[in-house]
C-alpha cells in the first residue's frame, strides 16, 4: 500500500461541535503543572452527540498560594463543578475516563482558529 491508496475521500472532515448543551465522555485526564506554574488537570473529551465533531480540551485548574480571594474562589468552583458534574470519587485521573456529564459549549478563537470551548458542566441524568 501507497500513501495514494488511502481512501480519503471517504472521510469525514472533523468539526468543531457548535454552541450549546452536549453529552461529553472524557476520553483522557492527567494531572500536570501548566506553563504558568498553576497545577490542574488536562481533560480531552468527545462528544458523543455530534459525530464527526472535534475533542474538546479543558483544563481545570487548581487554586494555589499567592491567588487573590476571588482567583482562588474561580479556581475551587471550577473544581467543584468538573468534580460534581463528573461524580468523581477518585484521585486518580485514568478512573475518569468514561464518565459522562453535559457540556454547555461556546465557540472561541484561538491562535486564528475556532474551537469549542467548555463553559461549564452539568451531571448527567
Known amino acids: 500500500m501507497s500513501i495514494l491508496d488511502i481512501a480519503m475521500q471517504d472521510v469525514p472532515e472533523v468539526k468543531n461541535a457548535p454552541a450549546g448543551e452536549h453529552q461529553v465522555e472524557i476520553a483522557h485526564a492527567e494531572e500536570k503543572v501548566f506553563n504558568s506554574g ?6 480531552r473529551l468527545t462528544i458523543l452527540d455530534e459525530p464527526d465533531c472535534e475533542s474538546i480540551f479543558h483544563n481545570v485548574m487548581y487554586d494555589m498560594e499567592g491567588d487573590s480571594d476571588s482567583t482562588k474562589r474561580m479556581m475551587i468552583l471550577g473544581t467543584k463543578n468538573f468534580v460534581e458534574s463528573f461524580d468523581i470519587t477518585s484521585n486518580d485521573p485514568e478512573d475518569y475516563v468514561g464518565k459522562r456529564a453535559w457540556a ?3 465557540l472561541e478563537e484561538y491562535e486564528g482558529q475556532e474551537r469549542a470551548v467548555v463553559k461549564k458542566f452539568m451531571p448527567a441524568q
Request: charge should be neutral; aromatic fraction near 0%.
Open 38 to 43: 498553576r497545577a490542574g488537570l488536562s481533560i
Open 104 to 106: 454547555v459549549t461556546d
